[in-house]
């Protein structure tokens, strides 16, 4: 994997109280690259995770976005940050149920400032892309679970993002399902050079990944690159 380095972190430590979650993190991510995190359940991976995505602060250690590090930066940057330039997918979508699919996919343009004109557009665009267009007008009750991911997935990537950190994005999927939700994911992202780092218990998923890591007790682990 070539490309230029999005997403910096060195030495990162994470405590909640007397529990060490992360310990001594290294991680880099390029541009448009996909890396993968893999690990018991209570290794540290979601820690690590929303420390990167600026959610939680480090004890510890640098994090560095686009070569600025969150330690420079206010709150108001780093949400702004948050907002703007990253996307997230939770395992069960979160969406909200009283907005339709293509508002729930249009809301981060909207947080930016976008017009609602524009924004339903380009959320309708994704939404077709990602094989659900017809769904647009529907509430979130009114879809399945798989295209409900695809939703979240269409929401993450909507507002073009530099990097999107998904938390087991197809863990509420059985497997036929999670596998085609994942490839439309990672296939739109690295089509549009989203980043996308990836938190999973399910070595198939971490499989489609350019880079892996594993999560043992808090230490991250580079696994070998796969591509
Ligand atoms: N808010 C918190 N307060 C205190 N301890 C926490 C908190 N969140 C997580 N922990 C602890 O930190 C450690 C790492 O948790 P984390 O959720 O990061 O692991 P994980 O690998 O993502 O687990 P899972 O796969 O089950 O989601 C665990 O020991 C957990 O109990």
Redesign the pocket.
Known sequence: MSTSEVLAATGVDLS??A?H?VRDAHIVLGRGEVAAIT??????????LYCLAGVLPATRGRIEFEKRSYGDLDDEEISTLRRERFGFVFQYGELLPELTIEENTALPLRLAGKKKGPALAAAAEVLDRLGIGDLRERRPSQVSGGQSQRVAVARALVHRPAVVFADEPTGSLDSANAAAVLQEFLSLARSQGTAVLL?T?DPAVAAQADRNYT?TDGTLQLAGAAA
Do not use: E, F, N, W
């Open positions: 909640y109280g529990t979650a690990g018991a359940s209570g290794s540290g991976k979601s820690s690590l938190v218990h999560m």
